[in-house]
């Protein structure tokens, strides 16, 4: 599901890269989450228009991923350990 809501240069580089394909899903499904609640709590707020569905929900969590990923650019790739790493040694 997650190859069908990314941008195609984020998903040519899950198929190269099983780890970072792991972190993006991972990323993409709990930012989905994220935004299901949402959208859910302004839904019952308003209590006007149709329930928000888990597809559109996923969809927009594909959209923000592929904005963040990007405006990050070859930063995307790089793991947050190495960043860890990165900022012991300037420390």
Known sequence: MADSVLDPEVTRRMARDPVLRHRILKAVQTAAEQIHRRRVRAWVASDQGPL?????????AGQEFTLVWQALGRLATVSPEDIDRAFEICS
């Open 52 to 60: 928000p569905t888990w597809d559109q929900s996923w969809e927009l």
